[in-house]
Nanobody, 120 residues
Framework: QVQLVESGGGLVQAGGSLRLSCVVSGSIISSSFMAWYRRAPGKERELVASITSGGSTNYADSVKGRSTISRDNAKNTVYLQVNSLKPEDTAVYYC??????????????WGQGTQVTVSS
C-alpha cells in the first residue's frame, strides 16, 4: 500500500553537491515525521536529518551547516540537499516516513536505500 523510493545517489567528487529525493506513494492520508538515515561501511545506521509535519528540522552534527532537508506535501516527497561533500559522507542513504494510510493507519516505512559515494 505504501512505498518509498529514493533517487539522486551516485558518485560525486569531494566538494561537490547532491540532492536526494524520496517519493512516498500509496493510499496516503497524511504523513508526519520524515527523515533521512545513512549507513557507512563498518558503521551503524545513523540519523542524518529529519523534518516534522510542522516544518521543524533536525540535523546530525556531521552535516549541520551544509545540508537541508525539505518536504513537498503535495507531491509526498522529501528531499535532502548536501553541499561540500566529504569522503566521510559515503554511505547508503535511507528514507523513512511515518505515514497514515487507508489500510494500516499510522505506520513507519523505509525506502530501499540509495548509494552515495564521495571520491577524494
Amino acid at each position: 500500500q505504501v512505498q518509498l523510493v529514493e533517487s539522486g545517489g551516485g558518485l560525486v567528487q569531494a566538494g561537490g553537491s547532491l540532492r536526494l529525493s524520496c517519493v512516498v506513494s500509496g493510499s496516503i492520508i497524511s504523513s508526519s515525521f520524515m527523515a533521512w538515515y545513512r549507513r557507512a561501511p563498518g558503521k551503524e545506521r545513523e540519523l542524518v536529518a529529519s523534518i516534522t509535519s510542522g516544518g521543524s528540522t533536525n540535523y546530525a552534527d556531521s552535516v549541520k551547516g551544509r545540508s537541508t532537508i525539505s518536504r513537498d506535501n503535495a507531491k509526498n516527497t522529501v528531499y535532502l540537499q548536501v553541499n561540500s561533500l566529504k569522503p566521510e559522507d559515503t554511505a547508503v542513504y535511507y528514507c523513512y516516513a511515518s505515514v497514515r494510510s487507508t489500510l494500516a493507519g499510522w505506520a513507519g516505512y523505509w525506502g530501499q536505500g540509495t548509494q552515495v559515494t564521495v571520491s577524494s
